[in-house]
């Protein structure tokens, strides 16, 4: 959740769109968790996995689930 909240941060300051800075932010932690798990590791290793912040290669697609204003649950 930190690094998700970091990356989102950073991109929303840097200007970036809300959906365009989501899309790369989950791009970004998706790689990293996947750099991770292909390690073997349980600690992530952001200095290695730098080049995933800045330019992740993951292909991300996001989608509404919900609208706000228009889709209301009771």
Same mark, same amino acid.
């Given at each position: 959740g930190d690094l998700t909240a970091a990356v989102y941060l950073a991109r929303i300051l840097?200007? %970036?769109?809300?959906?365009?800075?989501? %899309?790369?932010?989950?791009?970004?932690?998706?790689?990293i968790l996947a750099r991770t798990a292909k390690r073997g590791g349980d600690?992530? %290793?952001?200095?290695?996995?730098? %080049?995933?912040?800045s330019h992740p290669m993951a292909m991300v697609q996001l989608r509404?689930?919900?609208?706000?204003?228009?889709?209301?649950?009771?």
């Open positions: 840097s200007g %970036q769109p809300a959906i365009k800075a989501l %899309q790369s932010t989950t791009a970004a932690v998706y790689e600690e992530l %290793q952001l200095e290695t996995d730098a %080049q995933s912040l509404h689930l919900l609208h706000p204003g228009r889709d209301k649950r009771a």
